[in-house]
């Protein structure tokens, strides 16, 4: 399903790094997708590992005891170290490759956009396990998120909500877009309708959808239909 | 109690900002006292309003619907906005008064110092309720946190988290074992038996206490005794 290269992360730990990062990814993790769309964008040297979360490696549990999936592994002075949590990863990569920073230079801006991905981070908390069950138009996490969202652009007036490019905000809320569009699946006119009450949110997915980086790493609507149809057989305990 | 000067919020706004930050504040909260130590820190020019949390104002209410505290208010080109959460906030200080950085310029020694930060977040979610209902020593969650603290102090062998002088990880922390030093008021003995199992740790917690900025907004373990034994006739539900 994934379009991108990958290996198999296997029960011998993969080699030390030389000249590039290494993503420790689970397919169709939201939160690993946050990490890759930022790798792409800074056009960043790196390979990818799959993860069976139900079958870690023990070299993986060894260095990583809090089980914390996406993982990035980087080359240090010190060797090989991971890092954790995608929001801080994403953030420690747009200082590492520092031109074409995502963040806003503006200070004020900057945290501005850290406490709406922050507030996001909170009601997507288990929005995507909403798929799990029924997959429910309108349900309350989603609309107040939208809602937010639609009411934060509006108030910008951007195309994006970096502005007239898509930056760290538009990077850290679209692998879970992206993965909204599959209710298309479920009744193309319910889709229509929904989309029709917040317009500017709409019209910046459709920007999005065409941004190169987010072309790069897009499934499509029937892929997560498909994937969160069965997704009691998957994973979702661990979209951590 | 409150050493610093400060203001008290009431029924009509402050004025609009000119020259000053403005941080609305409850006193002897720990997530205002870190955003304080960051202001002082960085010698920034700011005004202190202190707000009851039982009663807030209607127009700190308007402004502020999720109701959190402490806020920054900062002059921006559209006007007096505020900013939430103490470590948002604290970041923006940092990159706002760019000289003498907080942070690690290294990205990677940031990224690591925020994990350790967030994790502390985690951790200290309602320990200090714990001195609620009972002063114990040692419980589970302050325990845990020690222990993390001591190994990572040990790891990096430096007198403070960021080095030879006191960074933002170490500000991030010390509001919160500031107020563990209150557990002298319950038995000197048992205190310096615990202290003991935590030797790099309490070193710099000593050191801490030397510093210009800990120094100017501190409050001694019987303030802090006095505080938390009324605790529940106090506003332990405001500690967000």
Known sequence: MAYYDYKIAGPSPPPALS???RLYHVEMNPYGHRVMLILEAKR?????YHLNPLKLPTWFRDKNPRLKIPVLEIPTEHGDRYLFESVIICDYLDEKYAANSLHSREPYV???DRLIVERFNELIKGS???FDTNFAFGSEQIVQTLEILEKELAFRGTNYFSGSRPGMLDYMIWP???RLYLL???SEKKFE???ALFPNFSDWGDQMQLDRVVKKLAHSPAEYFDYYKNASTHTMGYYI
């Open 193 to 195: 309708q929904k989309k």
């Open 19 to 21: 000249d590039r990062l």
């Open 44 to 48: 960043a040297k790196y390979e990818v």
């Open 110 to 112: 900057k945290a501005q």
């Open 128 to 130: 995507l396990e909403c």
């Open 184 to 186: 298309r699946c479920i």
């Open 176 to 178: 879970w877009v992206e």
